[in-house]
């Protein structure tokens, strides 16, 4: 317990002067900021042209690393990374305060006080600003070195980036000057720093092998840097890969300063710095790195707010200073700002919101549009990437994938980004029934409020109220074209049995009995065998009739009803090795499409578990409710793996079950036999009208009767 509280007690006090560290540096860098802006404004509208850098440039490149480095240090006690962005950011603002000093100096009172440390700072000190490049490009993203063969190259970067600034505070200022007219008038006003008592041959070639040393150690920290690629998985790869481009970048415009004017120098080093510094918040926001991002984005946005705000102030104190007096060019500049800043502040904090969280802060926006672009869509594929988007779009999410199961078709599917390692699965649920599911990333701020959860819940419902519905519409259109086709089949079936087969039957017997008509007045006895084959063809025509007619709708309905012709089945069935149970419970009258749908159910799904489920035993239940007939059939067969492919004994159930608008399913696994349920439907019949003999039709007066006819009626 005592190591425990030591533990925790040691983390509070890290945790503690962190926290005061930063409060420090962005007081000093907020008083340094104001200073050099101020010294800017007194000094630059005169003389655009200064001694030195102006003060605002270093100013831009410092905030650039302290905002970052600031919140890192707030969150991360004492991380590398954010001693490193923070330290260094704060020294670019002073130095930036120094500079501003040294040109107001230069212009107003060359022997004051505070001239020669400003000087100091900025000529010599200044030097160690481009250490963070070598630094982050070393330490960059979990702030140690690398180890291996990295270590030691990393050391001797450090060692090499050290040369310059070691170079410039102690070398004697008339070797700094060499060959400079105008700095030699500037160290003979300003310098009083120490120096180190050198022969002034080694501190020539000390300082002409400076830049070079610097130069080596940035590309040595660069490859090493790139080596933390090889590796990597893709998550800290894209982490360094803005850092990586950054620094390049960086050290690709050392190489031009030399030709350049001092204020384009100045100008390329605040971009390119400012572009190390992005590199490190496009890490932390778009790949979530250090668990900033939040409060990163924020920060950034008030910030370029005041940013926006003082420059409005500086710019109306500058224009409007020379016309008015101090007093109400301020008003002014406070007038200004307060409109400019009320408009400008929500459209930026809008921008940010979508940036960070999404759009979940309008949900009616979010479905109305979605409902939109939902009714606007061609098909069940543009509905279904209509939703991946409006889900990435609402939450923020790089990555989000939409999959809609589609019974018989397979499956479709949309995807919009990237996909990531972390992956949250969200099922879509429709009247109880699973119909798809979603797959997506957390975007900056993953989806864990109540509203987030209600909001994503809507989005899912009106979606898959428009799939369901397009589905639907899909197979009812697909349940209608197979009913013309199967009444076309149907009819086309039969007058092929009325034309191949009852055809030349009747034809046969019309000929029977006209030869035996024939033979009547010469040969008795051949008219007598003439009609004896008549009859015997007649036979034929009327087992032809009955099959028609079976295939029309089996007559055991009609003879024995459903429960029965079920057992009657079940008995041709049974035996040889397969037991089958009928249980039937229909009290109520059925309509006969339900009875045909039941019974050939009933027959196709003993055939399949006998003949290829291989069950030894099979129960059939027949139950009747109210507006529906359960049909289930249950065996302990083989089962159905879950690769095999419905056969057309399946699909032809199913089809029965669903043009009734009913339902069917199969329940199997491989060893565990077989479950089928078919769900049917029906408008409950009257039993009076169910039982009632149906009306004859009124006799005409005189009665024909066909030899075919009495012949039918003795069978």
Known sequence: ?????????????????????VVVLATVSLLAAIGAIALDAAVLPEHPDPLVSAGWTS?????????????????????????????????????????????????????????????????????????????????????????????????????????MPITYVFAPAHILAEGEPERIVQMEAFERAPTVPLPDEV??????????????????????????????????????????????????????????PSIVVDLL??????????SVVVAVTRYRLYDIDRLLSWTIVYGI???????????????VGNLLDDRAAMLIAVVAVTIAYAPLRGKLLAVASRAVYGRRSDPYGLVSALGERLEQAADTGQRVEDLARTI?????????????DRR????????????????????????????????????????????????????????????????????????????V??????????????????????????????????????????????????????????????????????????????????????????????TVTVTADVPHPLTAAVEVAAYRIASEGLANARRHGHAATITVRLLSETDRLIVAIDDDGDGIGPDATPGLGLASMRERAEELGGTFAVDSAPGDGTRITAILPFDPVDDDAATAEPPLPPEPATRFVSPFQELADDH
């Open 485 to 578: 086709r199967a009444g076309e089949e149907s009819r086309s079936r039969l007058r092929r049995d009325l034309h191949d087969e009852l055809g030349p039957l009747l034809a046969g017997v019309r000929l029977r009995l006209e030869a035996a008509r024939n033979a009547v007045p010469r040969s008795p006895d051949r008219a007598i065998q003439a009609l004896d084959a008549a009859i015997q063809e007649q036979g034929d025509v009327i087992v032809a009739i009955r099959r028609i007619v079976h295939d029309l709708r089996p007559p055991a309905l009609d003879d024995l009803g459903l429960a029965r012709a079920v057992e009657q089945l079940a008995e041709r069935v049974d035996g040889a090795g397969c």
């Open 59 to 163: 100013v831009l490149s410092g905030t650039a690393m302290l905002i970052p480095g600031c919140l890192l240090l707030w969150r991360l006690p004492w991380h590398p990374i954010a001693v490193v962005l923070a330290v260094f950011g704060t020294l670019w603002i002073v130095d930036g305060l120094a500079s501003a000093a040294v040109n107001l100096a230069w212009y107003t009172d060359r022997g004051a006080a505070w001239a020669p440390p400003a000087f100091w700072f900025f000529t010599r000190f200044g030097a160690v600003l481009i250490m963070p490049i070598q630094l982050l490009l070393l330490l960059f993203p979990d702030g140690r070195l690398r180890r291996g063969w990295a270590f030691p190259v990393s050391i001797v970067s450090i060692v090499l980036g050290l040369a």
């Open 203 to 260: 501190w020539t070639l000390v300082l002409a092998l400076a830049p070079t040393c610097l130069l080596i150690g940035l590309v040595l920290a660069l490859v090493v840097a790139i080596s933390r690629r090889f590796g990597a998985d893709a998550e800290e790869r894209a982490q360094l890969r803005w850092l990586v481009w950054s620094g390049a970048l960086f050290i690709a415009t050392t190489f031009t300063y030399s030709s350049l």
């Open 305 to 319: 707010l005041v940013v926006a705000a003082v420059v409005v102030d500086v710019l109306i104190v500058v224009l």
């Open 408 to 483: 018989g078709s397979g499956t479709i599917e949309a995807s919009v980004g990237s996909r990531g390692d972390e992956i949250i699965r969200v099922p879509i649920d429709y009247d109880g029934v699973q119909i798809g599911r979603i797959e997506m990333q957390p975007g900056r701020r993953p989806v864990v409020s109540a509203r987030d959860q209600r909001l994503l819940g809507d989005l899912v419902r009106v979606t898959a109220a428009a799939l369901r519905a397009s589905e639907l519409n899909r197979e009812l259109q697909a349940a209608r074209e197979r009913l």
């Open 1 to 21: 317990m005592t190591d425990g509280t030591s533990c925790c007690h040691d983390e509070r006090m890290r945790r503690t002067s962190s926290r005061i560290a």
């Open 269 to 278: 080093l605040a971009v390119t710095i400012g572009l190390v510094s992005a």
């Open 392 to 404: 990435a779009e609402a939450f923020a999410s790089p990555y989000v994938r939409v999959a809609i």
